[in-house]
């Protein structure tokens, strides 16, 4: 299946190299990496170019020059994904968090699913015991006010890891979602299960980053807690597409 991963990136100058030779030691022929930096002063935008002429064919590399964060970055590389011939598209952290290891396994759910998720929080799925307990239950607590308050069936709803089918990701309504930071996972979760997609999820072990640190502050946080209700409100008028034109 020809795949494209999408892969955000600021200041991931010592991750990348790591995650690229992850992705292509996956031996998946047609799977190609689309990178899409943010402007990061560490160096990773020319980290990527170098990777990009090492692997030539297998890398893409964005240079964005809007306002940064991570809603923006995803939505510009989903819109090139689109450009592409790709069946599939994947969407991961640069920082090692999520497993590579695990992108068969969701490729092989493809024609069962709309999307698949790559959940901490299912059967099977775990997470770093360096997180220590305050960032766990930090985390499990915003995933169950994101699902209490949007009422969302999947168990990871915060999840970054996920695989989209192509036509599921061009019906996004991409040009409607505002979120910058974490939520923008979300946000994404809140508008597939709005339009009635089949939304699968695979157990996977989340890693604590190895190197560099992470991009969650408090406004991040802030943001997060308030537009789960605006969610509410600015997706009511989404239904879910005709089942005879959904496959």
């Known amino acids: 299946m020809r795949t494209i991963v999408v892969v955000p990136t600021y200041n991931e100058a010592e991750n990348l190299p790591q995650l690229v030779r992850a992705l292509l030691d996956l031996g998946l022929p047609d799977l190609r990496i689309l990178v899409v930096d943010d402007r990061s002063p560490d160096g990773t935008g020319e ?9 030539p064919g297998r890398l893409l590399v964005c240079h964005r020059d809007g306002p940064r964060g991570l809603g923006p970055a995803y939505r510009e590389g989903f819109r090139l994904a689109l450009e592409t011939d790709a069946e599939a598209i994947v969407q991961m952290d ?27 929080y299912v059967p099977g799925g775990r997470v770093d015991p360096r997180w220590g307990p305050g960032r766990y239950w930090l985390s499990r607590w915003g995933n169950f006010y994101a699902r209490a308050v949007l009422g969302l069936k999947v168990r990871d709803a915060t999840a970054g890891f996920k695989c989209w089918r192509r036509d599921a990701l061009a019906r ?6 505002r979120s910058t930071g974490y939520i923008f996972q979300v946000e994404m979760a809140y508008i597939a299960q709005r339009l009635g997609y089949r939304v699968c999820e695979i157990p996977i072990f989340f890693e604590d980053r190895r190197v560099g640190r992470s991009k969650m502050d408090w406004r991040i946080k802030i943001e997060a807690a308030l537009r789960v209700w605006e969610l509410r409100w600015r997706y009511r008028d989404l239904r879910p597409i005709a089942r005879e034109n959904l496959r």
């Open 47 to 55: 980290v990527a170019e170098a990777l990009a002429r090492a692997h």
């Open 94 to 120: 640069a920082d090692l968090s999520h497993p590579p290891a695990a992108i068969p396994q969701m490729l092989e759910r493809m024609p069962d699913c709309h999307v698949v998720v790559g959940s901490r």
């Open 172 to 177: 996004m309504p991409l040009d409607r979602v």
